[in-house]
């Protein structure tokens, strides 16, 4: 059993910095994969990053290329979620999700693919 807690959000102009984190409880979280998601206001949620169990396989959706960058501390039990170069349309609630993955690091995409969620962390870019 995995719990995630996502803390970093808040209120930031465009163009400014976040760096959410994503502190997970128990003993196998390193054999997990974790994916970030966001949903915005009315939308569905969509995938933002993942990354594996090793930390040696990332992916990221094509809008936050460049800008976003995701990582993991096995030592702390957390993934992060660097955002640079932040736009209105980045504003969202924001959740971090894990799968059982270990010796693998082809990360996933699509939300049904991930087990443990976390609650979201509210992420709002001002224009």
């Known amino acids: 059993q995995v719990q995630l807690v996502e803390s970093g959000g808040g209120l930031v102009q465009a163009g400014g910095s976040l760096r959410l984190s994503c502190a997970a409880s128990g003993r196998t979280f390193g054999s997990h994969a974790v994916g970030w998601f966001r949903q915005a206001p009315g939308k569905e949620r969509k995938f933002v990053a993942a990354?594996?169990?090793?930390?040696?396989?990332?992916y990221y959706e094509d809008s936050v290329k460049g800008r976003f960058t995701i990582s993991r501390d096995h030592a702390k039990n957390t993934v992060y979620l660097q955002m640079n170069s932040l736009k209105p349309e980045d504003t969202a609630v924001y959740y971090c999700?894990?799968?059982?993955?270990?010796?693998?690091?082809?990360?996933?995409?699509?939300?049904?693919?991930?087990?443990?969620w976390g609650q979201g962390t509210q992420v709002t870019v001002s224009s």
């Open positions: 999700a894990a799968a059982y993955r270990p010796y693998s690091d082809y990360v996933r995409a699509g939300d049904y693919e991930y087990d443990y």
């Open positions: 990354i594996s169990w090793s930390g040696g396989g990332t």
